[in-house]
């Protein structure tokens, strides 16, 4: 079972997470040393997968619809992500996920206590995620594609990189185990109460707050210091 | 038990004997009927929904013997937290250790996840029943309702049998701290000293 070294908390080693991360998450960059990749080209291939995926599903969208969608050439598409419709979907995924963080790492930063904190993770990630269309789209009509990242071994990968982007603005609250620990039961609860008609929706402050004040805090406070870990 | 269970029975072990030579898609009714020395028209009988419905009762019939076994792994315990103290460790290297499970698992996810997402409101309701009995003999907190603890408890336990994250569940010190403080805590009224 891969374990994330204690470096990719403090946001250092983002690429070291990827390099960690099932292969499907992680894309794999082209192009010998100094050549300059046009980020601007693969994120306009990236958008337009996803904007495919939206209309049908990952299966059933194509290299070239994705091609015919971003207004470029099959060979464009290939020379940037030459592993093909496969990169091309682990890549969208891939940067979705990391815009996601970004705007949660942002709202999280304006919290100043550790439960407005905590509220902020969840219904943030909570949110972002039952509002991507893309997501919501494969949930009902190809959940498939989704399943597997959210149960069993698929889903050690999506709580690793949930506990890297966490951890660091808990430990400003808590000891660096106890940290990790509860961002990784964060990450939990947002995909355990995510269902329709699930007893608390996580969207909703007020039913975040709740959850985080009957469970999480109390064990907070019945949690023994822990030793750092080296 | 009656023939008509045992036949029934026979069915679903033979339908589990095929899954594993042939995998889940490649199973077929006719490959069921022959396994279990039954013709067809028996195989409909039992399930008259098909393959479809022989699938899915089966994966519901070897999920409620996984439980079965677990709930007798933990019947020695006699608390609620060393049950799910024992429930974590047993349950998590008996889904590791399920053959069939894993092998599925690496070769053709989306069906089987599929059809635990259709079998799972029943299995959960199972477990919350065995969650809700457990807490009505053990004292809460104040504010805390039984059935909304046996549905977190639920939920949580679900998580971490499939999946241990960060967790070692081979160490009993790492375990205890996991139950302690994120399963109970918010659960058990506070023990005095």
Same mark, same amino acid.
């Given at each position: 079972?891969?374990?994330?070294?204690?470096?990719?908390?403090?946001?250092?080693?983002? /690429?070291?997470?990827?390099?960690?991360?099932?292969?499907?998450?992680?894309?794999?960059?082209?192009?010998?040393?100094?050549?300059?990749?046009?980020? @601007?080209?693969?994120?306009?291939?990236?958008?337009?997968?996803?904007?495919?995926?939206?209309?049908?599903?990952?299966?059933?969208?194509?290299?070239?619809?994705?091609?015919?969608?971003?207004?470029?050439?099959? #060979?464009?598409?290939?020379? #940037?992500?030459?592993?093909?419709?496969? #990169?091309?979907?682990?890549? #969208?995924?891939?940067?979705?996920?990391?815009?996601?963080?970004?705007?949660?790492?942002?709202?999280?930063?304006?919290?100043?206590?550790?439960?407005?904190?905590?509220?902020?993770?969840?219904?943030?990630?909570?949110?972002?995620?039952? @509002?991507?269309?893309?997501?919501?789209?494969?949930?009902?009509?190809?959940?498939?594609?989704?399943?597997?990242?959210?149960?069993?071994?698929?889903?050690?990968?999506?709580?690793? /990189?949930?506990?890297?982007?966490?951890?660091?603005?808990?430990?400003?609250?808590?000891?660096?185990?106890?940290? /990790?620990?509860?961002?990784?039961?964060?990450? /939990?609860?947002?995909?355990?109460?995510?269902?329709?008609?699930?007893?608390?929706?996580?969207?909703?402050?007020?039913?975040?707050?709740?959850?985080?004040?009957?469970?999480?805090?109390?064990?907070?406070?019945?949690?023994?210091?822990?030793?750092?870990?080296? | 038990?009656?023939?008509?269970?045992?036949?029934?029975?026979?069915?679903?072990?033979?339908?589990?004997?095929?899954?594993?030579?042939?995998?889940?898609?490649? &199973?077929?009714? =006719?490959?069921?009927?022959?396994?279990? +020395?039954?013709?067809?028209?028996?195989?409909? *009988?039992?399930?008259?929904?098909? *393959?479809?419905?022989?699938?899915?009762?089966?994966?519901?019939?070897?999920?409620?013997?996984?439980? $079965?076994?677990?709930? $007798?792994? &933990?019947?020695?315990?006699?608390?609620?937290?060393?049950?799910?103290? *024992?429930?974590?460790?047993?349950?998590?290297?008996?889904?590791? +250790?399920?053959?069939?499970?894993?092998?599925?698992?690496? &070769?053709?996810? +989306?069906?089987?996840?599929?059809?635990?997402?259709?079998?799972?409101?029943?299995?959960? $309701?199972?477990?919350?029943?065995?969650?809700?009995?457990?807490?009505?003999?053990?004292?809460?907190?104040?504010?805390?309702?039984?059935? +909304?603890?046996?549905?977190?408890?639920? *939920?949580?336990?679900?998580?971490?049998?499939?999946?241990?994250?960060?967790?070692?569940?081979?160490?009993?010190?790492?375990?205890?701290?996991?139950?302690?403080? $994120?399963?109970?805590?918010?659960?058990?009224? =506070?023990?005095?000293?």
């Amino acid at each position: 079972m891969a374990r994330f070294s204690e470096r990719d908390g403090l946001g250092l080693g983002s /690429r070291l997470t990827e390099e960690r991360l099932r292969p499907a998450l992680v894309p794999t960059r082209p192009g010998p040393p100094g050549e300059v990749t046009d980020s @601007g080209v693969d994120r306009r291939i990236e958008a337009a997968a996803l904007r495919c995926i939206t209309r049908r599903g990952v299966r059933r969208t194509t290299l070239d619809d994705v091609a015919r969608e971003a207004g470029c050439s099959r #060979a464009t598409i290939y020379r #940037a992500f030459p592993g093909g419709k496969d #990169a091309v979907m682990a890549s #969208a995924a891939h940067a979705e996920i990391e815009q996601l963080l970004d705007h949660l790492g942002a709202a999280v930063e304006r919290t100043t206590t550790l439960a407005d904190a905590l509220v902020a993770a969840i219904t943030g990630a909570t949110r972002a995620v039952l @509002g991507h269309e893309a997501f919501t789209y494969l949930l009902v009509n190809e959940p498939g594609a989704v399943q597997p990242y959210l149960a069993f071994d698929g889903l050690d990968p999506v709580l690793a /990189r949930a506990v890297s982007f966490l951890t660091p603005h808990l430990e400003p609250y808590l000891d660096r185990t106890t940290a /990790r620990r509860t961002a990784e039961w964060v990450a /939990r609860l947002v995909v355990l109460y995510a269902e329709p008609g699930a007893p608390f929706d996580l969207a909703d402050p007020d039913d975040a707050r709740q959850l985080v004040a009957i469970h999480v805090l109390p064990g907070l406070e019945a949690t023994r210091p822990q030793e750092q870990q080296s | 038990m009656s023939a008509n269970e045992s036949t029934r029975l026979r069915v679903l072990a033979a339908t589990l004997r095929c899954v594993e030579r042939w995998g889940l898609e490649k &199973t077929s009714l =006719e490959d069921v009927a022959r396994e279990a +020395e039954v013709s067809r028209a028996t195989v409909y *009988r039992y399930f008259p929904g098909g *393959r479809e419905q022989l699938v899915h009762e089966t994966v519901v019939w070897e999920v409620g013997r996984f439980f $079965q076994l677990l709930e $007798q792994a &933990t019947a020695v315990e006699s608390t609620l937290d060393g049950k799910l103290r *024992r429930g974590l460790m047993f349950g998590h290297r008996a889904v590791k +250790e399920h053959a069939l499970l894993q092998h599925i698992l690496a &070769t053709e996810p +989306e069906a089987l996840l599929a059809e635990l997402s259709n079998a799972f409101p029943l299995i959960e $309701q199972a477990v919350r029943g065995y969650f809700l009995a457990l807490l009505r003999s053990e004292p809460l907190r104040p504010d805390v309702s039984a059935a +909304e603890a046996a549905d977190y408890l639920t *939920r949580l336990f679900f998580s971490y049998v499939g999946s241990q994250g960060q967790w070692d569940f081979a160490e009993p010190d790492a375990v205890d701290d996991l139950v302690r403080t $994120q399963f109970l805590a918010g659960v058990l009224a =506070e023990r005095p000293g």
